[in-house]
């Protein structure tokens, strides 16, 4: 695959590049060997820091924790090994980039040599302005992330070594599940904070279910996503307040056989009561995710027993 860096049968393909530490910016596993149509992945997990980012935050410790999905990866992982999907797992850092924007969805103003042609303000960054673009500017509870302005060579070199490799292997990957299975599904795990109940004695939302309003699954797929939570006795709410960004919009082809769903997990249900560490309720909610995960293998697969793979990993 290009862009990676070598790979390992028992630990996967390493792809892409941490700018300022060389190592890898995302790791693809099993992908040769999955026993469902379905690649579970983790943009906004990646905690692999290099010095240098370190101390150019203003505050690292607080603007990481906010950043941060923190700990998606190890449950995306987890969900992988019990359903025998395969995993695509970012190391590099949101705060370095954000895989889940555009290239072009920048607040240029934070770059002190920006091209003449890339405004800081047009209708293609109007996400960046509001401080969560392609490298993050200013967080909520933070406020300015960074010390110092970045260099549009900078920019540049993140894009190259790090979203342009990981969504390469994101599209290669859906589209040699798509080959084997006839279809394939993504679904691109997040974590959210607390949401409150919208109304008093509801029940607060849990799960949100993204679909970018239609455009990037069958209704099926995301209705049957719906129900399960729902059945679970789990507060799930669809599309509101997260519908999903650039991932689902880049690689969600319905028409094409290839759906992508974005799944957001309260981080309360498996970290701790800082939200910054895992807590023991983390695997009770991995194997929730995982019968999710094998329950849409199902409605998109019915009879995948003919394919002669496992229905779970072993």
């Known amino acids: 695959m290009e862009g990676a860096r070598g790979s390992d049968s ?22 040769e060997n999955t026993a469902i149509p379905i690649l579970i992945a983790a943009p906004h997990g990646g905690r692999a820091y290099p010095a240098r980012i370190a101390d150019a935050m203003r505050n690292p410790a607080i603007a990481q924790l906010r950043l941060e999905d923190r700990h998606v ?45 890339r405004p800081a303000h047009s209708s293609a960054n109007r996400r960046a302005r509001s401080g969560l673009g392609l490298v993050p500017r200013r967080v909520s509870g933070v406020g300015e992330i960074w010390r110092t302005d970045l260099t549009s060579a900078e920019v540049a070199e993140r894009i190259a070594l790090i979203h342009e490799p990981y969504h390469r292997a994101l599209a290669r990957a859906l589209d040699a599940i798509r080959r084997t299975w006839g279809v394939a ?22 799960f949100v279910i993204g679909d970018r ?35 689902l919009d880049r690689h969600g082809r319905p028409g094409l056989g290839i759906n992508a769903l974005q799944l957001e997990v309260c981080r309360t249900l498996y970290l701790d009561a800082r939200l910054a560490g895992t807590s023991p309720r983390l695997p009770g909610v991995a194997r929730l995710i995982a019968e999710l995960v094998r329950t849409l293998a199902d409605e998109i697969v019915p009879d995948r027993r003919d394919y002669g793979l496992p229905l779970a990993a072993e």
Request: proline letters at 8%; aromatic letters at 4%.
């Open 73 to 117: 990866d190890r449950l995306a992982l987890e969900v992988a090994r019990q359903t025998g999907a395969a995993s695509l797992i970012a190391h590099a850092p949101r705060a370095m980039l954000d895989l889940n924007r555009a290239p072009d969805d920048m607040d240029w103003s934070m770059v002190a040599d920006a091209p003449a042609d």
């Open 213 to 247: 309003f239609g455009a990037s699954c069958e209704d099926g797929v995301a209705g049957r996503a719906l129900q399960f939570l729902g059945s679970s006795d789990r507060g799930v709410a669809h599309n509101r307040p997260y519908a999903g960004g650039y991932v």
């Open 10 to 31: 028992g630990q996967g393909i390493a792809g892409g590049m941490i700018p300022g530490s060389g190592a890898p910016a995302f790791t693809l596993e099993n992908l």
């Open 185 to 206: 599904l993504l679904i691109d795990l997040h974590s959210m904070p607390p949401l409150a109940a919208s109304h008093p004695g509801q029940r607060p939302t849990e």
